[in-house]
């Protein structure tokens, strides 16, 4: 079933923009045994009339062929793109000169954007031999973020280490990053991104925090003395599994990946598995459901390792678990609308931190309990952390508020976390001045 | 990024609520728009009853409703709105029937590359009055809004879009929109328009007081030769709602011309439940394919 094309001939594929022109070009390259099209230039003509638009059209009919159209010519007020390539520059300039053609070079030389183009995708693709090349602006796989792992333990192995808590149930290293300045056991600070494997933005906040956190060290008062006396530790990719599905199968995909006999349906919603009002509303026990809590608290080994690592912690004050999308930071309780005790301190410090975020970047979040702001939803990591003696348990929802949802363009990872760190910043300076 | 947007009012509850005498008696729910400091949206003051959040998010729930209807019935994928914040409204809830709301909001363009721009904050104002019935699809809407774009504008945008439609080539290549990280070709954005406006007749019929949609992807794209010069085309959309989690896959099917009203059929999947997720039947999705042809 073919849509009718409007307008003219156009042999060329049109409109196009850059990319899938050069995407096209490349096929087109290899197809023809590596084409080369050094100097070759992409001209915009604007033909005023009908009378300027049948030039153009003569033109195409030329042989041997002198212009390659990627936007035929159609109607008078839309523009032309025709390439031209470097040998026959100068007469088709000279034709539209002539005949009073205006004209634009749009492209100066194809060959040196398909350069740059293909350069910079296999350099996304490479795996970085340091940290200096990785490119925060961009979303990685799963071996990409372990491989920068191991490089960033490396270059700034004085305060970051690196620990595996557990094994997924595909059996991959489940990893977090600690960052101490020495001591045994300091009061902690828990960030995880990453329980739904198809928040990608969280991943990629959580990757550049831990590289602010190590810049800014020794830079910004506050950090230093946070890190001072207290540990941090980072769990960027809290779901493995689920993460790895989303990059080769399914990018929409939110559970872990555990597969129970007898049951058709795969996955465990990690963020109701937690041992807080497990099972009760706002999880699911269906298993094709993508709220199922699963058979039994910490049934799965992703919430099983945090539990026992930070069990046998035994020392940390504050937990913040990032999600997106929707705008908000929550604190408990999610599983039922029972403020906690500390309520009025939690709405003040949950009100400091999203102005702090505001100031950044202008974006609004919403603040309060998670059963009042979001929903109910029971068996939470903050619930469980909040039941465990952890008084400042926090929730994020990272941007944005639907437009994008969980595909959020890579252009808004900078941004996003630039933000997300002012908050981040303000939640564990007060940890810090309020000791417990 | 979002453009920058005056201070939202903070919802609170109101001075009482009057208990119903008879069974049939609705709860009224006064809210009076507050002022709260820009970039802090309180979801409620503390020392106020708990469920001072639930009218807000009643609120919410029928501007969406009201919006989904609103972009449906204009039939123009250049005039797209999103929503803005809710600035006040009011409530009656019979929970053996459903609610009936009225709400003011304010809206803004639906068109992503406007987030970038500076001062491109132009709002909208619609007020709409919205009735939920329990267990039953289609909210019944009613809704006013104010011009965002002039008329001639927007009819020349989408006859614009219109003829970019006609040019692409088919079978069109297409693996999703917008990719996996979240980049839409410009090439491929008239596609995106239509797709999300033929969407929001399927989430304005699914949105009840509790369940709301976003639209996260669209997997498949199919244009069909017409006789008559319309656009005719099938897609797979993913549907996000956000209170279950769950995506929904929705097969829609829409003709559209520029100025005329849109026609839009869907199916869209159900919740497998464990048993038929066995493998020997099909998940027992029933069709609810409405049309307004």
């Known amino acids: 079933m073919q849509g009718t094309p409007a307008g003219g001939t156009s042999p060329g594929p049109s409109p196009m923009d850059r990319q899938t022109l050069l995407v096209f070009s490349l096929i087109l390259a290899a197809a023809l045994g590596q084409m080369n099209f050094t100097g070759d230039q992409v001209l915009r003509v604007l033909a005023k009339d009908e009378k300027q ?8 009919g030329l042989k041997p062929q002198k212009v390659d159209f990627w936007r035929g ?3 008078p007020s839309l523009p032309v793109d025709m390439r031209v390539p470097f040998s026959e520059l100068k007469y088709i300039k000279a034709y539209l000169e002539s005949h009073g053609l205006a004209y634009s070079i749009m492209i100066k030389d194809i060959q040196v954007l398909l350069d740059e183009e293909r350069e910079a995708m296999a350099k996304s693709r490479r795996l970085e031999r340091s940290t200096s090349s990785f490119s925060y602006s961009s979303y990685h796989t799963l071996e990409e973020i372990y491989s920068w792992i191991d490089n960033f333990v490396t270059e700034h192995s004085n305060i ?21 300045t020495g001591g045994s056991r300091h009061p902690a600070i828990w960030i995880d991104t990453g329980i739904h494997s198809r928040e990608w933005i969280t991943h990629a906040t959580g990757i550049w925090t831990a590289n602010k956190i190590v810049s800014d060290y020794g830079k910004d008062r506050v950090l230093t003395d946070i890190l001072k006396a207290m540990d941090i530790f980072i769990e960027l990719v809290t779901n493995p599994d689920g993460f790895a599905f989303t990059h080769s199968m399914n990018r929409l995909w939110r559970k872990n990946k555990s597969i129970r006999p007898g049951i058709f349906c795969i996955g465990v919603d990690l963020n109701r598995n937690w041992k807080s009002g497990f099972g009760g509303n706002g999880s699911n026990s269906n298993p094709c459901s993508e709220t199922y809590h699963g058979p039994s608290p910490q049934s799965e080994p992703e919430v099983a390792a945090i539990v026992n690592f930070i069990t046998a912690h035994g020392n940390f004050k504050a937990l913040i678990s990032i999600h997106s999308y929707s705008q908000m930071l929550m604190y408990p309780y999610g599983r039922s609308l029972e403020p906690v005790s500390n309520q009025r301190e939690l709405y003040d410090l949950a009100k400091d931190a999203v102005e702090a975020l505001y100031k950044v970047h202008g974006i609004e979040y919403f603040f309060g309990s998670i059963s009042t702001t979001l929903y109910v939803a029971s068996g939470i990591t903050v619930d469980w952390a909040y039941d465990s003696g952890i008084k400042y348990a926090f929730s994020f929802e990272l941007r944005d508020t639907g437009r994008y949802g969980f595909l959020l363009p890579a252009t808004q990872i900078i941004p996003t976390a630039q933000e997300t760190w002012m908050a981040l910043r303000t939640i564990m300076e007060h940890t810090l001045n309020h000791p417990y | 990024m979002q453009p920058r947007r005056q201070p939202p009012p903070a919802p609170r509850s109101g001075p009482g609520n009057p208990r119903p005498t008879a069974p049939l008696l609705a709860l009224l729910l006064l809210l009076a728009p507050v002022v709260a400091p820009a970039g802090s949206r309180g979801a409620e003051d503390p020392a106020q009853p708990q469920d001072a959040g639930v009218p807000r998010r009643l609120l919410q729930q029928a501007a969406r409703a009201a919006l989904h209807f609103f972009n449906f019935r204009a039939g ?10 809710v600035q006040e409204g009011r409530a009656w809830i019979n929970p053996k029937e459903g609610c009936k709301v009225d709400v003011v909001f304010s809206t803004e363009r639906y068109k992503p590359e406007s987030l970038l721009q500076e001062g491109e904050g132009r709002l909208g104002k619609c007020s709409a009055r919205v009735v939920f019935k329990n267990q039953k699809p289609r909210p019944a809407i009613n809704v006013t809004c104010t011009r965002l774009i002039e008329k001639k504008k927007r009819q020349q945008e989408d006859y614009l879009l219109y003829k970019q439609m006609k040019q692409l080539k088919n079978p069109l290549e297409i693996v999703s929109i917008p990719d996996n990280h979240g980049h839409i070709d410009p090439y491929l954005r008239p596609i995106w328009d239509l797709a999300f406006l033929g969407s929001s007749y399927v989430m304005w019929e699914m949105t009840t007081q509790v369940s709301h949609y976003y639209l996260a992807q669209l997997t498949s794209v199919r244009q069909w030769k017409t006789n008559d010069d319309t656009i005719d085309f099938d897609y797979t959309v993913l549907l996000h709602e956000l209170s279950t989690q769950e995506i929904i896959p929705c097969h829609i099917h829409l003709v559209w011309y520029p100025g ?17 997720a066995s493998g020997t039947e099909e998940g027992s999705a029933v069709p609810t394919e409405l049309s307004n042809f």
């Open chain 1, 53 to 60: 638009l049948s030039l153009l059209r003569d033109l195409e």
């Open chain 1, 73 to 75: 010519p159609a109607r």
């Open chain 1, 160 to 180: 970051v280490s690196k620990i595996q808590i557990g094994n997924s149930f595909e059996n991959r290293s489940i990893l977090v990053l600690k960052f101490s």
């Open chain 2, 260 to 276: 005329k009203p849109l026609k839009v059929k869907y199916h869209c999947q159900e919740l497998q439940t464990p048993e038929e």
């Open chain 2, 76 to 85: 123009s994928p250049s005039a797209l709105r999103v929503l803005a914040e």
